[in-house]
């Protein structure tokens, strides 16, 4: 009896090119970072900071999505088991990094709407900045990973 194992795969060259192609999601980054890092005697804009986690979390919805869609895939034979695991690691990283992004979406609005205190601003900056480095180390180790699937190929032609 066989039986067909489902690994998980990329595709280097789609991986890469949505990675290239979303400059808004590093934009929205940048500025919400820019705005959680202002100077304590600056007033904060909670209704413009809200907008920014919106945007970002809508942006990063749609980044994994088309990573999934496109650069991630499931074929029943593995051609590098080294790489598959990983892959399969990654991917479900997507589920895990918009959760953490939709708690600090929430934790922004009750600022907004005076259900924190304005104290609760120092905790929604660090968890933004830990938000950011597990998010910067997703895409590296997924850069990573493009590098090697790209290699393995031209391995394969030799
Ligand atoms: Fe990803």
Request: aromatic share 10%; with cysteine; hydrophobic share 45%.
């Amino acid at each position: 009896m066989a039986i067909a194992t489902r690994t998980v795969a990329i595709n280097p060259a789609f991986l890469q090119e949505i990675k290239d192609d979303h400059h808004e999601l590093r934009q929205l980054l940048h500025h919400t970072a820019a705005m959680l890092n202002r100077p304590p005697w600056m007033q904060m804009e909670y209704d413009r900071l809200v907008d920014l986690f919106t945007k970002l979390r809508d942006q990063l919805a749609m980044h994994f999505s088309l990573e999934e869609a496109y650069g991630y895939f499931e074929d029943a034979i593995t051609v590098a088991p080294h790489l598959s695991k990983r892959a399969e690691a990654l991917r479900s990283q997507h589920f895990e990094l918009y959760s953490q992004l939709c708690s600090l979406v929430e934790r922004a609005e009750q600022l907004l709407y005076h259900e924190a205190p304005a104290i609760a601003l120092a905790g929604l900056a660090e968890g933004f900045r830990a938000f950011s480095f597990r998010l910067q180390d997703h895409e590296l180790c997924e850069s990573d990973l493009i590098l090697e699937a790209f290699h393995d190929d031209l391995g394969a032609g030799d």
